[in-house]
């Protein structure tokens, strides 16, 4: 019986280090908080384990970014997220997907050019196969 719960406390003890290192969302609005803390960190692994094969950002301008490019610029340093808060953020969840709003007040370096102030996003997160991914992310200055 002792050898069991001391099995038990380990797995218990793994799956709270893993929860801690940021593996898996917990809901959607833990994915898109990872998302942006993923990009204030640097971290490009932790990026590319929460978004969608068919991930996508819209930028600035409107035009759509598919992932691949958005983590190609991510990894080489051509997006560089300096600092960055999250407010406001409010989700709406439908089922397996959740729809993300808030405001970002964000310092970064986009290629040549420098940002800083706020902007409206939204992300949207879809569970798929038990796990949440962000599928599609927005980006609007507020002026």
Same mark, same amino acid.
């Given at each position: ?6 099995? @038990?406390? @380990? ?24 998302? @942006? ?10 990026? #590319?384990?929460? $978004?969608?094969?068919?991930?996508? &950002?819209?930028?600035?301008?409107? !035009? ?6 958005? !983590? #190609?610029? @991510? ?6 997220? #300096? ?15 959740? $729809? &993300? ?16 102030? #706020?902007?409206?996003?939204?992300? $949207? ?11 599609? $992310? !927005? ?5």
């Amino acid at each position: 019986m002792k050898s069991i719960l001391l099995a @038990f406390a @380990f797995s218990i003890a793994a799956l709270l280090t893993n929860a801690q290192t940021g593996a898996l969302p917990i809901d959607g609005t833990d994915c898109s908080n990872l998302f @942006f803390k993923a990009l204030l960190e640097e971290d490009a692994g932790s990026l #590319e384990n929460l $978004v969608s094969a068919d991930f996508t &950002v819209t930028d600035f301008q409107g !035009q759509t970014v598919n992932g691949n490019q958005f !983590q #190609e610029a @991510f990894s080489q340093g051509i997006i560089v997220i #300096e600092s960055g808060m999250l407010s406001g953020t409010m989700t709406r969840t439908y089922n397996n997907v959740a $729809v &993300v709003t808030g405001r970002w007040n964000v310092s970064a370096k986009l290629a040549n050019n420098r940002y800083q102030g #706020e902007m409206s996003y939204m992300s $949207v997160c879809v569970k798929s196969g038990g796990i949440w991914k962000v599928t599609a $992310v !927005q980006l609007t200055p507020i002026r």
